[in-house]
């Protein structure tokens, strides 16, 4: 049960009521933003930031997915895998893969992605090394690796909002485990 109440959107100011939906689930709330709707301007400035994430990053849908991942798989938050889980097999991330990626299995994926995956968990754990950075700058460049960075972070940000919130799956959804299969 979440520590705090799921707003709904009639329950919010019309200039509110569109930011508990899913962008990628048209027409559904889903808890952790229903959750952050508590502060309405919090939620708004939480969604513009993960918007920019998603659309500016400098990173491709498969790399941002792989990072996402590997954010939520290395903080333990299950909420943010699951949600993950189907957006990365839209992004063509096989199930063997995400499997690879709940064990730290990084043998499936191709140099660059090893060393994204190397880089995501190290932003999260706080231990990024420049040897580290900068071959990741060789893979995708400055830019991209800056958008890698805050992906990794802002998620690492948003699964330690959703714990302490102790946000729930959405009503009638099955945990897609650690293990996809």
């Known amino acids: 049960m979440a520590r705090v109440s799921y707003v709904r959107a ?3 100011e019309s200039e509110y009521e569109d930011l508990v939906v899913s962008s990628l689930q048209p027409g559904k709330a889903v808890n952790v933003y229903s959750a952050v709707a508590t502060n309405p301007p919090v939620l708004q400035g939480l969604r513009q930031f993960l918007g920019s994430l998603w659309s500016h990053s400098g990173l491709s849908d498969r790399q941002r997915e792989l990072v996402i991942l590997t954010a939520a798989h290395e903080i333990g938050v299950g ?5 993950h889980v189907n957006i990365a097999r839209n992004a063509d991330i096989t199930d063997a893969e995400i499997a690879a990626l709940a064990r730290d299995d990084r043998e499936p994926f191709a140099e660059d992605e090893k060393a994204i995956i190397a880089y995501a968990r190290a932003v ?14 060789e893979y995708v460049g400055e830019e991209a690796t800056v958008g890698a960075a805050t992906v990794a972070a802002g998620y690492l940000g948003l699964g330690r909002v959703i714990d302490a919130l102790d946000v729930d799956l959405e009503d009638g959804d099955d945990f897609v485990g650690w293990d996809p299969r």
Do not use: M
């Open 10 to 12: 009639d329950e919010l």
């Open 79 to 83: 909420y943010e895998w699951h949600q």
């Open 124 to 137: 999260v754990r706080g231990r990024v090394t420049d040897s580290l950075h900068d071959a990741v700058v």
